[in-house]
């Protein structure tokens, strides 16, 4: 009795543990903690996305959470704070992820907003006549206002040499970009040159768009950089943030109003003021790529791209005023390899598209 008894309750235990993992084997599988992601970002429209991603709830759906999220007030600071370590990914205009490319090997993965309608040229209303029937006669030996070595520089050099003036033909006046509407309203100085929403003021202080930057040719963008160490390392994280800002692009290009309402509570948070009319404006001269863009101005398929030709004579220009130290090879921080991933898994790109559901 004694040992058919021990059989039983061995065979018993036995089935205990086979039931015991067969539940365990058929259990869902518990969700992965999200991953936190340190972000640093300017209070510009540049950063819509995150309060959009915010808003949404998208960090959960991509598995992310912000980790530590630092403002800046212009890239030069966010450039100096990479050594650092305290953000990975950042959000900054072209001029400082060359810096950054430049000083520490930054890698623009990603271009948040195509800004090149938003940098302008602005004449005198009582003088665009003249300036567009003879623009050399008009302007040739006068001077300019534009804040030094700065993006609406680089579109009104391109502007001047469209309308056939040459280097040289015009002086520049060094002017804060808050401080440009005043001094273009009590100066006799026929243009300036500036990013939205001043050159809107302008306009209603006597001025009238000559020029922007996309109607001269040049390409002025904002960027998604990340620190080289961190992506090689966390390629599937990137790309989830990334696909998250490709997500909220698609709304700034298709959905004004939840695009506004986004954006009035980053600016607030942020301390910037803006009337509901400039905000609007801050919307309409911007464009907006999806994935599909982004991975055709990318492309290297057929030699060098689209935003490697642009981004070499954007860091042209601002190699011969200074600002940074040299003209690198575009393919040294030009990083197609996140957009290629996202488009290379089907759940990831569905997300960046804007398709519902989690990843």
Known sequence: MKKETKIRNTAFLSGVTLSAA??????????????????????????IPLQLAEDA??????????????SFVAGAQQVAAVPSKTWDIGLMGGPPSLLGASRFGLQTVLILIDDSRA??????????????????????GKQYLAPANS????????????????????????????AIVDAFKGSDIPVGAIWYPHFARMEKNGGKL?????????????????????????????????AMMLR????????????????????????????????????????????AKQLEVFDRSKG???????????????????????VLDPK????????????????LKAFAEGEPGAL
């Not at 539940?23 to 972000?39: G, K, Q, R």
């Not at 709830?57 to 630092?70: E, H, Q, S, V, Y």
């Not at 040289?168 to 808050?178: S, T, Y």
Request: proline share 6%; aromatic share 8%.
């Open 151 to 178: 993006t609406s520089d680089y579109a009104a050099q391109a502007c001047f040499a469209q309308l056939g003036l040459k280097p040289g033909d015009l002086q520049p006046v060094n002017i804060a970009p808050g």
């Open 304 to 326: 060098e791209s689209y935003l490697d030709k642009e981004s070499t004579n954007l860091a042209q220009f601002f190699n011969k005023a200074g600002v940074i130290p040299k």
């Open 119 to 140: 940098n302008g040229v602005v004449a005198r209303e009582s003088e665009y006549d003249a300036i567009k029937a003879d623009p050399v006669k008009a302007l040739k």
């Open 332 to 347: 040294a921080y030009i990083n197609p390899a996140v957009l290629e991933y996202i488009n290379s898994h089907p759940k």
């Open 57 to 70: 709830g998208w960090w959960a759906d991509a598995g992310l959470k912000p980790g530590n999220m630092t």
């Open 22 to 47: 067969l539940a365990l084997a058929c259990a869902p599988a518990a969700a992965a903690d999200p991953t936190p992601v340190n972000v640093s970002y300017q209070v510009t429209i540049h950063g």
């Open 210 to 242: 000559l020029c922007d930057g996309k109607s001269a040719g040049v390409l002025v963008t904002g960027n998604m950089v990340v620190r080289k160490e961190y992506l090689e390392q966390n390629m599937e994280t990137v790309a989830r943030f990334t």
């Open 248 to 291: 909220g692009m698609k709304v700034m290009a298709t959905d004004r109003k939840t695009t506004l309402e986004a954006m009035q509570k980053f600016y607030d948070k942020g301390g910037v003021s803006l009337s509901p009319e400039e905000m609007e404006g801050e919307v309409d001269t911007r464009d907006y790529w999806d994935l």
